[in-house]
């Protein structure tokens, strides 16, 4: 009994650090106070600026259209990768496998200024097409990494049987390759949208002046004391905190039906 | 389609896209970290001006400091939960982990401002600025600690606890002599992740710090930023690069494919 009460004191602790400052800034979001911890009565005032506000709204949109355009380049760069790299020689995958892990295990802030340095070095602006390739840098190998398990999981010889039976190379690689490592290719993709979004120290260095994502604006208005944003900001993070829990509930219950599916099948 | 190629050529677009990006661009670091910025020629004295100078010293062992702290704070809380998780009778235990794993998805920059308000409203915010920079990073870094832990101490052989009891291990024992040392791959890989980014995540240390703290990261920052020597920014980003180098060593981090990576099968 106490053992299985001090399991349940660690657990509520560990969630109680998690979700208390989430919590509060999702109760205090629907009073318009300016600093949290007053009450003010019950309103949708922060949600009625939040949604008025052109700024943020413009913010919100441009930084899921960068993780959507990041993240499609990544994924199909990474999976024509992934395949490369499973059917290469072994020297040739190993160098390959070698540029995978530099940006997984290097610090964020030398990938940031390595990419700073040679764009300044090619031209002096920093546009839109450095922040992409910022981040295509920065996802591109989670779905390489997430891509090529499956391709060894894969049954080598479904390849090999669609050639026999009459299949070109690229038929073979589309109709029999690629369905059987999708699982791979959009937990890849789910990934880069995921750190994509989540970014800041590489998108503060390749961004062109003027363009902000969710992370730099709410940065920046942070260090600002009193910003006016920054009651919306308590908004915006319930928002999507929403998001986050619906899509999170939601594909989990979609793996686990396709899961229970196969079982079935099987 | 009438598309000819063999299937190894495919590595050939990502090859060429990681050299440009990310190979080349490394070798740029090396190259201004050795460059005198008055004369363009080559010198050792970007990392002479970082290692003679004391502020930058101390900002690189307050740096290591605190991610140790972090590192350390984050296993002993980490621990616990993964292994109830894992060993636990819960019919619901996906979701439990579900719960402690949630944040990662979330914007880790609104997370840190939810956790600067809640220190503000507390009063913490503006007293005990090390304290709440080490706060945030395991705020920030936890699950990626939780994770790898259950990972492992859920694929662990239960009979091997059995085991352990029946030869006369009492909890205690079984705990350091079987349980702890299986688990280590995840520990190790729960380290890799947690260590390094804190060393380097200036946004933690200057929002919840208040500009009190100083880590590496800020300080490369700086160096690109109002200080404005790109010399002795990437000469510190080397200094950095060699202690990732020398951190993989002892962890082995080169070794593990698929634990190595940053939130890799959350999905």
Known sequence: MVKKAIKYAILAFGLLFIYTPIFLLVVFSFTPAITLGSWEGFSFDLYVQLFNNAKIMGIVKDTVLLALFASVISTILGTIGAIGIFYSKKKAAAAANVMTRIPVINA????????????????LQRTYFSLLIGHVVITLPFVVLSVIPKLKQMDGNLYEAALDLGATPSRALFKVVLPEILPGIMAGFML??????????????????????ISTYVYNSIKVPQHSALPQLRALSAIIFLIIVVVVIVLNTVNKKQKKFKEIND | MTLRFSRKQLIIPYSLFMVLFVVIPLLFIV????????????????FLKFFSNSTSLSTLIISIGIAILTTVVCLLIAYPIAYILARSNFKKKNVLLMLFVLPMWINFVLRINALREFLDLIGLLNKAHLFNTVLGMVYDFLPFMILPLYTTLIKMDKSLIEASA??????????????????LPGIVSGITMVFMPTMTNYVISDTLGLGHITIIGKLIEDCFGSRNDWYLG???ALVLL??????????????????????????
């Open chain 1, 108 to 123: 964020e802030i030398v990938t940031a200024i390595s990419l700073a340095l040679i764009f300044a070095a090619v031209a």
């Open chain 2, 234 to 236: 990437s000469a510190i």
């Open chain 2, 242 to 267: 060699f202690i990732i180098f020398i951190s993989m060593l002892f962890t082995g981090g080169f070794k593990d494919e698929e634990n190595g990576a940053r939130g890799a099968g959350i999905w």
């Open chain 2, 166 to 183: 029946d030869l006369g291990g009492n909890a205690f024992t079984t705990f350091t002599k079987v349980t702890l040392p299986l688990s």
């Open chain 1, 192 to 213: 880069a949208v995921t750190l994509s979004l989540d970014d800041y120290i590489v998108t503060a260095f390749t961004k062109p002046t003027g363009f902000d994502t």
């Open chain 2, 31 to 46: 190259y201004y970290a050795f460059t005198d910025g008055s004369t363009g020629g080559f010198t050792f004295g970007n």
